[in-house]
């Protein structure tokens, strides 16, 4: 694979080869549909590269190894969908306590508990945001084709290393099972980010001490000659465990700062036909590929309409969607759950212009000619 330029692959097959292109040289994981391709694959590609595969007992396991092995160094990920993530929870906490990168790929499938294994979803948004107890730090980005997971992959990776935070791959099972032409670009051809180390020894035995005005530590993988003590519990600069509540604060208020302070970097969407629509449509990964083809029927049809697509789902792109309600006389959200990313975007707009949910969550896909509809309806 590392020898060709282009290949047909799956989303799910994009996903591995990005990884593989990012520096990923450890997956754990558990087999679970839609996200199996990711495992297999896996499991293939990383010995051609001097990578470990590990299949843990169950989804917990997953998520421990993925931890342990980036503490080691490595850049490590894992892949699961719905009920496989609810088990991660636990672990995707510790690892934004203790500030340990990693990427973890959610492809989305119907639900609740075991739900409909095969059928395409988006319900698991707030679940990305608050799924794990605690104010927490998390990045979620949401892929729309192969190719964008295939770069997204890379990204969920650069992001993780530069904030030192778990980061998620919200992708559905639209996208992980299409199958698209990639262009598999070498690494030497994009920006790979690896997280900082310590040089100096002594630095290193203080994993969560910081200059003034630092809000990223640095560091130093175990196993390299340094001794230091990470944990889950709230910890001072050398990693223990305090129950200072100033202590606390300052390292709470720096984790969610690391990423609050960063939005302009973090935060990526798409804008498409919105420079003199009267209506947008608000959609995220696959769902959005029907939207596409509905705008091009409604414009055909004298309705002013556009789209605005959410690419960093966490954080949420606040300012630019406050914006445009302040352009467009409507907003449709179209998703495929019950309206968790509508209320969102609701709370943001504030009032500004009407919002109207347009979702299914019966396991099928919205199709162009009902985001059409929907379009008609609100531009009576």
Same mark, same amino acid.
């Given at each position: #694979?590392?020898?060709?330029?282009?290949?047909?692959?799956?989303? *799910?097959?994009?996903? !591995?080869?990005?990884?593989?292109?990012?520096?990923?040289?450890?997956?754990?994981?558990?087999?679970?549909?839609?996200?199996?391709?990711?495992? @297999?694959?896996?499991?293939?590609?990383?010995?051609?590269?001097?990578?470990?595969?590990?299949?843990?007992?169950?989804?917990?396991?997953? #998520?421990?190894?993925?931890?342990?092995?980036?503490?080691?160094?490595?850049?490590? #990920?894992?892949?699961?969908?719905?009920?496989?993530?609810?088990?991660?929870?636990? *672990?995707?906490?510790?690892? $934004?306590?203790?500030?340990?990168?990693?990427?973890?790929?959610?492809?989305?499938?119907?639900?609740? $508990?075991?739900?409909?294994?095969?059928?395409?979803?988006?319900?698991?948004?707030?679940?990305?945001?608050?799924?794990?107890?605690?104010?927490?730090? +998390?990045?979620?980005?949401?892929?729309?084709?192969?190719?964008?997971?295939?770069?997204?992959? &890379?990204?969920?990776?650069?992001?993780?290393?530069?904030?030192?935070?778990? !980061?998620?791959?919200?992708?559905?099972?639209?996208?992980?099972?299409?199958?698209?032409?990639?262009?598999?670009?070498?690494? @030497?051809?994009?920006?790979? +980010?690896?997280?900082?180390?310590?040089?100096?020894?002594?630095?290193?035995?203080?994993?969560?001490?910081?200059?003034?005005?630092?809000? &990223?530590?640095?560091?130093?993988?175990?196993?390299?000659?340094?001794?230091?003590?990470?944990?889950?519990?709230?910890?001072?600069?050398?990693?223990?465990?305090?129950?200072?509540?100033? !202590?606390?604060?300052?390292?709470?208020?720096? #984790?969610?700062?690391?990423?609050?302070?960063?939005?302009?970097?973090?935060?990526?969407?798409?804008?498409?036909?919105?420079?003199?629509?009267?209506?947008?449509? +608000?959609?995220?990964?696959?769902?959005?590929?029907?939207? =596409?083809?509905?705008?091009?029927?409604?414009?055909?049809?004298?309705?002013?309409?556009? =789209?605005?697509?959410?690419?960093?789902?966490?954080?949420?792109?606040?300012?630019?969607?406050?914006?445009?309600?302040?352009? &467009?006389?409507?907003?449709?959200?179209?998703?495929?759950?019950?309206?968790?990313?509508?209320?969102? &975007?609701?709370? !943001?707009?504030?009032?500004?212009?009407?919002?109207?949910?347009?979702?299914?969550?019966?396991?099928?896909?919205?199709?162009?000619?009902?985001?059409? @509809?929907?379009?008609?309806?609100?531009?009576?």
């Amino acid at each position: #694979m590392a020898e060709k330029r282009f290949a047909l692959l799956q989303g *799910n097959e994009a996903c !591995v080869e990005g990884a593989i292109a990012a520096g990923m040289r450890f997956f754990s994981g558990y087999p679970i549909t839609p996200s199996t391709e990711i495992a @297999e694959n896996s499991a293939l590609r990383l010995p051609q590269v001097g990578g470990k595969f590990i299949q843990m007992e169950d989804e917990l396991g997953g #998520m421990a190894a993925a931890i342990g092995a980036s503490v080691a160094g490595v850049k490590a #990920m894992t892949a699961t969908s719905g009920p496989g993530f609810s088990l991660k929870q636990e *672990n995707i906490g510790y690892a $934004s306590a203790a500030e340990i990168p990693c990427v973890i790929v959610n492809v989305q499938r119907s639900g609740p $508990s075991t739900g409909l294994p095969t059928s395409p979803s988006q319900a698991d948004v707030m679940q990305a945001r608050w799924g794990t107890h605690g104010d927490h730090p +998390i990045i979620a980005i949401s892929p729309s084709g192969v190719q964008e997971t295939y770069d997204l992959t &890379v990204r969920a990776f650069n992001l993780a290393e530069k904030y030192r935070t778990p !980061v998620i791959l919200l992708m559905d099972e639209i996208v992980g099972h299409l199958r698209e032409g990639v262009e598999l670009r070498p690494a @030497e051809e994009m920006e790979i +980010i690896n997280r900082e180390v310590w040089d100096d020894p002594e630095r290193a035995r203080h994993p969560y001490r910081m200059d003034e005005g630092q809000l &990223v530590p640095k560091m130093t993988p175990f196993g390299e000659g340094v001794g230091y003590n990470i944990t889950g519990l709230s910890h001072d600069g050398e990693g223990f465990p305090t129950n200072s509540n100033e !202590v606390t604060n300052a390292a709470m208020r720096r #984790m969610l700062d690391k990423i609050e302070k960063n939005l302009g970097d973090i935060v990526t969407y798409e804008e498409l036909m919105l420079d003199d629509a009267e209506v947008a449509v +608000i959609s995220f990964g696959g769902a959005a590929r029907s939207v =596409m083809g509905a705008l091009d029927k409604a414009r055909e049809m004298g309705i002013k309409a556009g =789209m605005f697509r959410p690419i960093t789902i966490w954080p949420f792109p606040e300012k630019q969607v406050r914006e445009l309600a302040e352009k &467009v006389r409507h907003i449709i959200v179209a998703e495929l759950n019950d309206g968790q990313l509508t209320l969102e &975007v609701e709370r !943001v707009v504030g009032g500004r212009c009407p919002v109207s949910h347009l979702g299914k969550i019966d396991g099928t896909v919205l199709k162009p000619d009902e985001i059409l @509809e929907k379009l008609k309806e609100v531009s009576k």
